[in-house]
């Protein structure tokens, strides 16, 4: 019977997405303390509001983020059903405390470029690990799949709508500066939850026609040490049966598999592009 590897017991994987909910949060929490509240950097979501709100009024960012969060929970919850687990509630309620607790820290820096690039990098890294813990920080995305709901709308263009009006808000309140570096933080936070999230090494795919597709299936097994999967295709012109050959190797291995393919066939039609996760033999777990 094959065994079960890289399989974690049903409780500590549990208890291992509240630590990622937990250190995520922290991470987005201390990125928005000492670099975005900071430099007056508004980058979407309930945290750009309460950054609004604290250069207007002076109110705590931690209470008003408390304060929009804990309510568009709960209305997810009755409008939406209870698809929000425990772990989005810790996530919603954990970040403005851990602001709270970073709030004597001030500014990492004053340059506001550095913050927009620094706070950006942070929000990303912890939003990403938030995910990983596969639970959210509740808040805008709460608000966009209520709307979603009864009005149709796609969720990336709510979501747009709402980031876009709050930046905005902070071009008026802060100067149009202050919104381009939120911009930039925006950009950056949604760069970095990719990479968390998929990671910076990223394989290659190879698909190959071949008129010697047999031998250089033979070779890829035998020669470049890769599972190769043939795929049944037809010529869109001639409608001829054209087998074709898909491969998946690590980075460093597709100059040895492009020119394996050229030795045995210099006219074979071959497509690399990038696989950015591949999960498997040979591969991460």
């Given amino acids: 019977m094959r065994k079960n590897r890289g399989f974690l017991h049903p409780t500590v994987q ?29 980058s979407g979501g309930v945290s750009g509001i309460s950054t609004i709100l604290y250069g207007l009024f002076h109110w705590k960012p931690s209470y008003v983020q408390w304060a929009l969060n804990i309510p568009l ?112 933080a925006m950009f950056i936070t949604a760069k970095t939850i990719d990479v968390v999230q998929i ?25 470049i040490y890769r599972g190769v999967t043939k795929i049944n295709a037809f010529g869109g012109y001639t409608q001829d049966e054209r087998p074709m050959l898909m491969v998946v190797v690590a980075q460093y291995e597709v100059t040895k598999l492009k020119q394996y393919v050229e030795s045995v066939d210099p006219s074979a039609f071959v497509i690399v592009v990038n696989a950015n996760e591949v999960l498997g033999e040979g591969f991460k777990r």
């Fill in 14 to 42: 549990v208890i291992l997405e509240y630590l990622y909910v937990i250190i995520g949060s922290g991470l987005v929490a201390l990125a928005f303390s000492v670099f975005l509240l900071p430099n007056q950097i508004a």
């Fill in 73 to 184: 929970f709960f209305a997810g919850l009755f409008f939406l059903g209870r698809q929000f687990g425990a772990k989005t509630l810790v996530g919603t309620v954990v970040i403005p405390l851990f602001v709270l607790i970073f709030e004597p820290w001030g500014a990492a820096t004053q340059d506001p470029l550095l913050g927009a690039i620094f706070g950006g990098l942070g929000v990303g890294s912890g939003l990403g690990i938030v995910f990983r813990g596969k639970a959210s920080t509740g808040g805008v995305d709460l608000l966009a799949q209520i709307i979603h709901k009864y009005i149709g709308m796609s969720l990336g263009t709510i979501i747009m709508f709402i980031d876009g009006t709050i930046v905005l808000t902070s071009a008026l309140i802060f100067g149009i500066e202050q919104a381009l570096y939120a911009l930039i």
């Fill in 199 to 223: 990671g910076l090494g990223t394989s290659k795919m190879a698909l190959i026609i071949s008129d010697h597709e047999d031998e250089l299936r033979q070779g890829i097994l035998t020669h």
